[in-house]
Structures are given as structure tokens and as C-alpha cells.
């Protein structure tokens, strides 16, 4: 019903930035809660940022708290996270999340979440 797909990802150094952009397309029209999602090597895939329908609210994982900022534009089906002083541990697959949602609460687990992009390969060096 919707398709994600990250861009953005890349290699970058420590302290440098980075925007991921997440397109959707197929039934849209800003009634999803937005979220960004990253998965480290060998560990389990863990919430980075939320955003709701209306871009109005957005919630944050206390390691992205003043560093990252996510956001969307409705009009062109797009959500950004932009991530500023970018660490190591930073490093993942970052992946792009739409969740049904009849409110605009923000959900932060990954099973609550209906549709996911391929996602986009972040490394950031030391």
C-alpha cells in the first residue's frame, strides 16, 4: 500500500553531518507517523526519531536528542533526518517507518510500524 525508500546514507567522518531522506509513494497523504529507525551491526534495529501526521510533534531517542532532527514535508510525501555531530556508534542501517494511525501519537517500537523502506547504509569514521 506504501513504499519507502531511503537516501542520504554514506560515509562521513566523525562530527560530520548527514540527511537521510525518505520517499513514499503509493497511498499517502500525510494520515502515517513518521519514523527513522537504525540497526547496528549485530544489534537489534532501535529507534532514532519519530514525527506525526502533521509534522507538529516529534520525539526523540535520548542518543539523538541535540543532534538529529526529523522532519517531513506532506506536500512531497517526504520525511528528512538530518543528524549533526555524528559519532561512531552512529553507524548503521538507517530505515525509513510509516505507521497507520488514526491519532498523532508517536509509536517508538518497530513492530507497531506497517511499512518499511530497504534503508540506507550510514558509517561514520573515527
Known amino acids: 500500500q506504501v513504499q519507502l525508500v531511503e537516501s542520504g546514507g554514506g560515509l562521513v567522518q566523525a562530527g560530520g553531518s548527514l540527511r537521510l531522506s525518505c520517499a513514499a509513494s503509493?497511498?499517502?497523504?500525510?494520515?502515517?507517523?513518521m519514523g527513522w529507525f537504525r540497526q547496528a551491526p549485530g544489534k537489534e534495529r532501535e529507534f532514532v526519531a519519530g514525527i506525526g501526521r502533521s509534522g507538529m510533534i516529534a520525539y526523540y531517542a535520548d542518543s539523538a536528542k541535540g543532534r538529529c532532527t526529523i522532519s517531513r514535508d506532506n506536500a512531497e510525501n517526504t520525511a528528512y533526518l538530518q543528524m549533526n555531530s555524528l559519532k561512531p556508534e552512529d553507524t548503521g542501517v538507517y530505515y525509513c517507518?510509516?505507521?497507520?494511525?488514526?491519532?498523532?501519537?508517536?509509536?517508538?517500537?518497530?513492530?507497531?510500524?506497517?511499512?518499511w523502506g530497504q534503508g540506507t547504509q550510514v558509517t561514520v569514521s573515527s
Open positions: 503509493g497511498r499517502t497523504g500525510g494520515s502515517y507517523v
Open positions: 517507518a510509516a505507521r497507520r494511525s488514526a491519532s498523532a501519537s508517536i509509536v517508538t517500537t518497530a513492530p507497531a510500524y506497517d511499512y
